[in-house]
């Protein structure tokens, strides 16, 4: 979320607010986005997709994503969780 200035806020604040821009998260953060999201699904709270992925060279990631995106439709995407 760099470029909405976002760096300081916690994981809880970057996963609503991408769930405010109707976006999908991608984070290497696994375990505290795990417990997040099992949080979402206990309490029935949407989200439109969390992507975790494995610390990989950039390419390997971006490639994984277009995958995705290329397969994947945003509400196919709805509150799924992915790993790359």
């Known amino acids: ?28 953060n696994h375990s505290d986005f795990e417990k997040l999201i099992q949080t979402y699904f206990a309490t029935e709270q ?7 992925a494995v610390r990989r060279p950039p390419q ?3 490639q994984r994503l277009l995958a995705i995106l290329n ?8 509150n799924q969780v992915r790993y790359i």
């Open 1 to 28: 979320m760099r470029h909405a200035e976002r760096l300081q806020a916690s994981d809880a604040e970057q996963l609503a607010y991408a769930v405010s821009q109707q976006r999908a998260l991608v984070t290497h």
């Open 46 to 52: 949407k989200h439109y997709g969390v992507i975790l």
């Open 60 to 62: 390997a990631i971006a």
């Open 71 to 78: 397969h994947v439709t945003a509400d196919e995407m709805e």
